[in-house]
T-cell receptor, first 113, second 121 residues
Framework: GDSVTQMEGPVTLSEEAFLTINCTYT??????LFWYVQYPGEGLQLLLK?????DKGSNKGFEATYRKETTSFHLEKGSVQVSDSAVYFC????????????FGSGTQLTVLP | NAGVTQTPKFQVLKTGQSMTLQCAQD?????MYWYRQDPGMGLRLIYY???????DKGEVPNGYNVSRLNKREFSLRLESAAPSQTSVYFC????????????????????FGPGTRLTVL
């Protein structure tokens, strides 16, 4: 079945540091790939997505590129801020009509001033 | 638009008690989902409803039932709560995919509610 493997956390960075959170997936067909973010005490919000190979999703300074050859969708940001502290989830959507999401285990990011 | 709303926000139950978690969306979405979130395990799908009038099991359906009351509302019921059901529960919804001569496409994006934190003692 489909699966998502995400970089173990927690990750602690200083403000303005470079961020990479690794994500690899296993799936049949051509899934869509997502990064969701969860701020403390809140639900999940879509951060960015990519629907086909070589697509780059971007939002709020975050980027991720759909790499089919390495089955990866790593999240990057050039300069993190304290307000980026949250839990980040990588996910994929299968090709069935219900478009179920399969999530990674999440990576806790803390950015220190 | 309120998006996806869930009630209650917090609940404490004793083992064996029953309760229903409510979820509603005002985005006219066709599909709705219930997930549970446990530490270190991400979110796991409990049940989903691809469209009004249909429901299907997800990865972890045991101990739960669902009702798609109408297009807006999708409830999750615990008939006899167990400590293993202590978790944070999230509801989500998604717009309808569009199918044409080139195949099926459309939004895969799910929109999440704020969650219900349930503790079973």
């Amino acid at each position: 079945g489909d699966s998502v493997t995400q970089m173990e956390g927690p990750v602690t960075l200083s403000e303005e540091a470079f961020l990479t959170i690794n994500c690899t997936y296993t799936a049949t067909g051509y899934p869509s790939l997502f990064w969701y973010v969860q701020y403390p005490g809140e639900g999940l919000q879509l951060l960015l997505k990519a629907t086909k190979a070589d697509d780059k999703g971007s939002n709020k300074g975050f980027e991720a590129t759909y790499r089919k050859e390495t089955t990866s969708f790593h999240l990057e940001k050039g300069s993190v801020q304290v307000s980026d502290s949250a839990v980040y989830f990588c996910a994929l959507s299968n090709s069935g009509s219900a478009r179920q999401l399969t999530f990674g285990s999440g990576t806790q990011l803390t950015v220190l001033p | 638009n309120a998006g996806v709303t869930q009630t209650p926000k917090f609940q404490v139950l004793k083992t064996g008690q029953s309760m229903t978690l409510q979820c509603a969306q005002d985005m006219n979405h066709n599909s709705m989902y219930w997930y549970r979130q446990d530490p270190g395990m991400g979110l796991r799908l409990i049940y989903y409803s691809a469209s009004e009038g249909t429901t299907d099991k997800g990865e972890v359906p045991n101990g739960y039932n669902v009702s798609r009351l109408n297009k807006r509302e999708f409830s999750l019921r615990l008939e006899s709560a167990a400590p293993s059901q202590t978790s944070v529960y999230f509801c989500a919804s998604r717009a309808k995919s569009i199918t044409g001569t080139s195949g099926s496409w459309g939004t895969d994006t799910q929109y999440f509610g704020p969650g219900t934190r349930l503790t079973v003692l």
